[in-house]
């Protein structure tokens, strides 16, 4: 494994000791990159700002930020803010999120994502690279503003988590990088397809839900329970993506036993399932795994289960690092 990186531990009792103690050995291991997620938790750029503080050379990376949660201009500021004080370290991930967290968390209609995914990512572009912004789109318009310094980069690295072939059509246009979850290697293969129709150099970055341990067993439950609740939770998308993988039955046996009896939901995740999407098991099956996704993209971020302790992931990312 020559290139990973990983997303920081997203506990609800994550304390700043922990985010010091994660990025530090993520520097160390060699890796990559470090992605921040954001949910309805803490802020994914106030959480990067720490662990600029505490890191020299790892990328410091939002994974991700949804285009309805701020203005682009917003975005695009604390981008270039970050990226100045991280010294060049800095990448922008972007996505639409779901309908639930925007419209439910953040008040805001889920209407046409990818026409506003376009537009954040022209005007966040246009104001790295310091021009002054005349905007006239068809959801933003902007008028005679330019950011106050000069960014340390012109052109910040901007990744889309997208998954529809439409949504990938744009990322191949308009991003550095695409970000699929919950992924087959054979699917990751078949949408480069729509990416490579642009003919530009798009880094495949798959999240990758990864535990690995001594005990096999072990590990793989925590990563089922991690995969059950996207499927059963995280509202439709995540129950008809793997649907769509011919795990249909399963999907709604798990989506309607997870309100009244989540054990029995969990145990639906079949370990089919979890070998397509996931690194688990002991570390050299995780090993081998990660070499899978690894020869079909360029950068595997791997992403720790909420339900794993401290040890067992300084564990898996000892194990697997690059």
Not at 36 to 45: H, I, K, L, Q
Not at 153 to 158: D, G, L, V, Y
Not at 227 to 241: N, Q, R
Not at 290 to 319: C, H, V
Request: glycine letters at 6%; charged letters at 25%; one cysteine or more.
């Amino acid at each position: 494994m020559s290139i990973a990186g990983i997303v920081v531990p997203y506990w609800a009792d994550v304390k700043k000791d922990d985010l010091t103690y994660f990025s530090k050995l993520a520097e160390d291991l060699g890796y990559h990159s470090i992605w921040v997620p954001e949910m309805w938790g803490r802020d994914a750029f106030s959480v990067i700002s720490h662990m600029v503080s505490v890191t020299e050379r790892i990328n410091l990376a939002t994974g991700i930020i949804s285009v309805y949660s701020r203005s682009p201009a917003l975005i695009a500021q604390t981008a270039a803010t970050l990226d100045e004080y991280s010294g060049g370290r800095f990448i922008l991930g972007l996505g639409i999120s779901s309908v639930y967290l925007n419209e439910y968390w953040h008040g805001v209609k889920f209407e046409r994502p990818i026409q506003r995914t376009l537009e954040c990512v022209e005007i966040i572009r246009t104001i790295l690279a310091g021009k002054r912004v005349n905007y006239d789109g068809e959801i933003f318009r902007l008028k005679n503003f330019k950011l106050l310094f000069e960014p340390q980069r012109s052109e910040i690295p901007i990744y889309i988590a997208s998954m529809g072939p439409k949504n990938i059509e744009l990322t191949s246009q308009v991003a550095d990088g695409w970000i699929p979850y919950l992924c087959p290697v054979n699917l990751i293969n078949e949408r480069k397809k729509i990416l490579s129709s642009s003919g530009r150099e798009i880094t495949v970055a798959p999240f990758l839900p990864a535990m690995v341990s001594e005990n096999r067993s072990e590990s793989r439950e925590i990563v089922r329970e991690f995969v059950a609740l996207y499927v059963c939770s995280m509202g439709d998308y995540y129950h008809k993506l793997v649907s769509s993988y011919g795990f249909g039955e399963e999907a709604d046996r798990a989506k309607k036993l997870w309100r009244d009896n989540r054990t029995e939901a969990i145990k639906s995740i079949s370990d089919e399932l979890l070998d397509l999407v996931s690194v688990s098991g002991s570390p050299e099956e995780g090993r081998k795994k990660l070499g899978a996704f690894a020869d079909s993209s360029d950068l595997p971020i791997l992403m720790f289960p909420y339900n794993a302790s401290r040890e067992q992931t300084a564990f898996t990312m000892k194990a697997l690092a690059p």
